[in-house]
């Protein structure tokens, strides 16, 4: 008796893996959403202006 309930538990997962959880059995893409960037507080100035108050202000924090 012990055999076939462990044959039936093992037949019937194999079946719902070969079913799976539902739906039509075709896959999806879900597309991540759209990044906007927003370079709103870089306007007007350049890279190394930019380096140079980063600079300071690690120096006025750490110091």
């Not at 538990?9 to 079946?15: D, G, I, K, T």
């Not at 896959?27 to 007007?44: F, K, L, N, Y």
Request: net charge negative.
């Amino acid at each position: 008796m012990k055999i076939s309930a462990y044959f039936l538990m093992c037949l019937s997962l194999c079946v719902l893996s070969f079913a799976g959880c539902g739906g039509s059995g075709e896959t999806t893409v879900i597309q991540p959403p759209e990044v906007v960037e927003d370079d709103s507080a870089m306007d007007g100035i350049d890279d190394d202006e930019y380096n140079k108050a980063m600079e300071e202000s690690m120096n006025q924090q750490g110091g």
